[in-house]
């Protein structure tokens, strides 16, 4: 098949074997992708399902404790919350480990708040699911086969920009400069890389709370590199770099603020 396109193309032999090469590399490269993307939404949704169920059981049991208060209901409760234990929430355990030092039902009316609203959030990802499989067989076709293409698209661009990034340190005049520029490059990288992430998890709604200070140190990081290009030095980028380790310790320190939720 390659020699044919290459054929196509006029290509000569050593332009041929190239093509050959990164030919079988990109399908190689879509097979992969296209294998590991379907596994892991087939894991997504397994997981989903069981939390889904799960959690709600437990919704269950927790209203028959406050209702009934006997030592039935809460054995059972307490099957659950073993059965659920590796899919509780930091805040969800903080609030089971309350409950179990004072055995106050108010702990137990909070953990049912937290419950129902992780229940509505697996609820919400499921009729989103089922939503998508209902718009029909084609579109779903449609997307699970170019949904490859994206990660291989995004190894070609990071692919590009090294290779530009080399060129440019191959142009500096002094080790210092080639230093500088390398630098530089690796500012850029993770600032949009911070960047694009940022958007693509907003879009899809998984962003959350960050609180203001965590919302500075990203801003912080991103616009940062701007700096090298205003001064137009770019022995700047050590500036930058300190600003942008600084930013990422500060966004690992700072936890973000808890949502609230209401019974």
Known sequence: MWADIAAFLKANASETLIISIIGTILVWMYKQFKSMIDEKQQNE???????????????LAIANVLHLDNDVSKQQMYA????????????????IRDYYKQFN??????????IVS???????????ISEDEDSGEW??????????IWP???????I?????????IRQGT??????????????????????????????KRELGKQGVIRWCMFAMIIVSPALIFVVSRFDMSIVVSGIQILGVIMITRIKRPSEIIRP
């Open 152 to 158: 291989i698209l995004l190894f070609a661009i990071i």
């Open 139 to 148: 579109l779903i076709y449609i997307k699970r086969l170019y949904a490859p």
């Open 160 to 168: 590009l920009y090294v290779l530009f990034v080399i060129q440019l």
């Open 45 to 59: 949704l397994m997981t989903i399902q069981l939390k889904q169920g799960l959690f709600t059981k437990l919704e």
């Open 118 to 128: 992780e229940v509505d959030k697996l609820n919400r990802k499921l009729e989103k």
């Open 80 to 95: 659950l919350l073993g059965e659920c234990g590796p899919h509780l929430t930091s805040e969800q355990r903080a609030v």
């Open 174 to 203: 002094t080790l210092w400069v080639q230093i500088c520029i390398l630098i530089t490059g690796v500012n850029l990288f993770i600032s949009v890389t911070l960047l694009v992430s940022m958007i693509y998890f907003f879009v």
């Open 105 to 114: 039902p108010l702990f137990l009316h909070t953990l049912q708040a937290l």
